[in-house]
């Protein structure tokens, strides 16, 4: 394996990309060539400038990435598909020097300067401090465009590559499939982890749902897939996971829990079909992995998420029950203005991941709850209470967001706004209608303090569509009382 992933030192003659849509292959020594090219064009921006990627699953997008990388140039990583005015939320808060992105856009204070990318530079540059360790920044809230973003450095993205790369035992004959966004940590981190056992990477943006994407794991034999619960919920529906992908070796599943009905399904479809299935534990503060479970043991521990990822280690925080990571992949710290991107190291390794968990007999851990109001609907990390904040300063309406991984509920006091908040949630978070439900109650339930009643909510028995809302007993004697 090489020092590090970004620096390609694979045989040049090896395949390190193939384009699906085209069938468009690059070597190791192609792929080294531009991202060197590209990196020196970098040199143009001082050490102390940021830069943005609007990314896609694309070579030029990868490209990028790996010359930021090289160069040393501070990388804030987003999605292409974010929401225009999320972007420039974005844009305004972190004022970076440069961006590039596959499309052009409309970026006050902006001059595109046109290339293999669109590149857009600050017309007034604003140099700020930048630490020397920072690497790159990821947003922790998938599509909210919160401005809290996690600050990586290079030791934390080569530490986690590593050590995916020892417990799936990867190599050169691997080929995964982009499954999952590369602006997604746990997209990024396929792509690292894989770059650095050699392994060529079959590039691609259509969803696992679409014919093209499984017409190119047939094509280019892939052998590795990733997904997050939905994926396998979809696949398993739809059968695709049953019919294609021949070559498929290793599969991986992150960004939330998988129903314990669902694992079984992979589990004894991984026995027939002759491939594993890992089922995975992870933050974007920790680059993306945590913990994973042995796929020789998944049938006996259906429901845990595994044991530590080499060279890490879990315990639990005997006065709280919080669930306490360290290890190296561990995040510099946060950032949510200009000024904290020339913070060091602030965590030193200790990660307190905010959930709660148990540990059996053999080491294996369990998550059973959560300290703080988040959820994952498709990979992505929610922040509840910066989603309420959206959309009450969007919808003029009070709203209260509670749910599970992959169902999101929000309550409204007013049915008005009912078409314009499911619109927002659809086209501004990209979730789809099955991901989520909008309710509307008289009154939210508050407590004593005027503070959201979450629990009574929770237990409010929504009806099915067509028959009469009867609130939870709770819930009824608090709407009365305000």
Request: charged letters at 20%.
């Amino acid at each position: 394996m090489a020092s590090n992933f970004w620096q390609v030192e694979h045989p040049s003659e090896n395949p390190a990309v193939i384009i699906a849509q085209t069938g468009h292959q690059k070597t190791y020594g192609e792929l080294r060539t531009d991202v060197e090219r590209t990196a020196n064009a970098m040199s143009a921006f001082l050490r102390n400038s940021l830069g943005m990627l609007l990314a896609e699953n694309k070579y030029e997008c990868l490209v990028v990435y790996l010359a930021a990388l090289q160069a040393r140039r501070a990388l804030l990583l987003t999605d292409s598909t974010i929401n225009p005015a999320l972007l420039q939320q974005l844009v305004n808060n972190y004022h970076p020097d440069f961006i590039y992105s596959c499309t052009q856009h409309s970026l006050p204070g902006y001059v595109n300067r046109e290339n293999e990318l669109n590149l857009y530079t600050r017309e007034v540059p604003q140099p700020v401090g930048i630490h020397e360790l920072l690497a790159l920044l990821l947003n922790t809230s998938g599509s909210t465009g919160s401005p809290k973003l996690v600050r990586l450095s290079l030791t934390n993205l080569q530490a986690n590559a590593e050590s995916i790369a020892s417990y799936l035992s990867l190599s050169a004959a691997e080929r995964p499939i982009t499954s999952l966004p590369m602006s997604y940590s746990y997209g990024l981190s396929v792509i690292n982890s894989h770059l650095l056992a050699g392994a060529c990477l079959v590039l691609t943006d259509h969803g696992v749902l679409r014919r093209e994407f499984w017409d190119a794991v047939d094509a280019y034999g892939c052998t590795s897939l990733a997904g997050v619960p939905y994926t396998y919920q979809m696949l398993l529906k739809t059968g695709l996971v049953t019919q294609r992908g021949a070559g498929l070796r290793t599969l991986t599943q992150a960004g939330g829990a998988l129903a314990p009905d669902d694992i079984r399904k992979m589990y004894q479809l991984a026995i027939e079909r002759g491939f594993r299935f890992f089922v995975m534990y992870g933050q974007t503060e920790a680059a993306a992995r945590i913990s994973y479970v042995p796929f020789e043991t998944l049938a006996s521990k259906i429901g845990s998420i595994g044991v530590p990822i080499p060279n890490g280690a879990l315990e639990i925080d005997e006065s709280t029950g919080e669930l306490v990571y360290a290890g190296p992949n561990v995040m510099l710290g946060y950032a949510e203005c200009p000024e904290d991107l020339a913070k060091g190291d602030e965590l030193q390794g200790i990660l307190k991941t905010g959930d709660l968990a148990r540990k059996d007999e053999d080491g294996f851990f369990y998550i059973t709850g959560r300290l703080k109001r988040f959820l994952k609907l498709f990979g992505k990390r929610f922040n509840l209470d910066e989603l309420e904040q959206i959309i009450e300063r969007q919808s003029g309406v009070p709203v209260a967001c509670f749910g599970h991984d992959d169902q999101l509920t929000l309550a409204m006091e007013s049915k008005h706004a009912t078409a314009a908040v499911t619109e927002l949630l659809r086209e501004t978070f990209h979730l789809p209608a099955s991901s989520f439900r909008v309710e509307t109650i008289a009154h939210l339930p508050r407590n004593a303090r005027g503070k959201l009643d979450y629990h009574a909510l929770e237990s409010w028995r929504f009806p099915s569509a067509g028959t009469a809302r009867q609130p939870h007993k709770e819930l009824a004697r608090e709407t009365s009382r305000s």
